[in-house]
């Protein structure tokens, strides 16, 4: 092995192992990993910058200032109070709402925004019910994850895949959506089995204490409206030629002019925490890429597996490998690889997108760093004061991750012929 290759690796395995310790915050753990890339030159500082996905960032700080925006003018106390008026006592009817309403809502818009639009009232139900927040949040981000799976604009992966390919909303849905809705009938059946039932202590629905007037109530109405069009412009984001990034920073940039907030507050409404984790990982990647470690699994997967079990090699492959990556970098150095095994065996076709998606989906609820709603979601448990640390989430993702892996082998060998 080459000297960047073996730094590359062994700096990702020592990032790995701080991060499953939790012993300080993450984006301290990856910044110190780039750094460590940058020093001995497997990143030259040329391509640092490169090396991140402005993008995805673009579009997590705009939302972040966005939903905090929203939630100065009480929009998610009021979704609180509703779930906590459904749950009626019982956590099991909890998880369900929220679990429900995570996937719905990611097959519109992306996922991390989701999670940012429902984390805090989640939050607020669950304290108010006396369940535990953590959990309500692992199972929205999972529900998110594997419902955005369903839409080229649901997960931030697949937009990369659809502008690769290039794949229509269309065809995602065609090929996914069903997908999508056996993977959540999956989750879903594991959920009523791992639950406890029965009520609350209370035994009746809870009330969600009384709030503060709001500052910036009187901005309600038409920040509703700013969020209602960016995520029209997340919808129709190629129709108007537009990154996501940029849709999400514009309606940022219209919810501040609208509202015109105190410096303090819109600085309090991102977290940069999870912005520089984001950007500390995506270098570290780059790091692999440069060190031909993506390469080198491109190589193997296609002399092991062959044309036969190339398909399920990229489903399981890419899960696996979404584990331990945030899967928008890991899916943007598999597409190299997947049109070239396209070009050499076309007669995979859109199945081989198909399989790279939904691994990538799948394994990335194995772990809180395998998929961005997930990351997210640890972001607003600390933000609360509930700590959700690498092992607590893998307890719960892994199992789901499992079962949902098979379902999906199960899936692409009866419809795609794998």
Known sequence: MSFSLVVALATFGAVYVFLIGDWFHRAWATAIGAAVLLVTGVIPPAALTSSIDWNTLALLGGMMVLVGLLGEVGLFDQVALAAARFARGDPRRLVAAFGLASAVISTVIDNVTTILLLGPAMMQSAEALGADPVDLLMVAAVASNLGGLATLVGDPPNILIGTAAPLTFGQFLRHLGPLAGVLLAVLGGWLWWRLPRG?????????????????????????????????????????????????????????????????????????????????????????????????????????????????????????????????????????????????????YGVGLWMALAAGAAIGGNATVIGASANVVAQGVAYDHGHPMDFMRYFRFGGPVALWTLLAATGYLMLFHGF
């Not at 500052?215 to 029209?232: H, N």
């Open 199 to 347: 009520a609350s202590a209370h035994g009746q629905a809870v009330v969600l204490p009384a709030h503060p007037p709001r500052p910036l109530t009187w901005a309600a109405p038409g920040l509703v409206g700013i969020l209602g069009l960016t995520l029209l412009g997340l919808v129709f984001q190629r129709q108007l030629h537009l990154a996501a990034g940029a849709v999400a920073a514009i309606g940022a940039g219209l919810g501040v002019l609208w509202a015109r907030p105190s410096p303090s507050r819109l600085v309090h409404s991102v977290d940069w925490g999870t912005l520089g984790f984001f950007a500390g990982i995506f270098v570290m990647v780059g790091g692999l890429e440069r060190a031909g470690a993506i390469s080198r699994f491109a190589h193997w997967l296609l002399t092991t597996f062959g044309s036969q079990g190339i398909g399920l090699a990229v489903l399981w492959g890419s899960a696996l490998i979404s584990a331990g990556l945030d899967n928008v970098p890991l899916v943007a150095a598999m597409i190299p690889v997947v049109r070239m095994i396209n070009q050499l065996h076309p007669e």
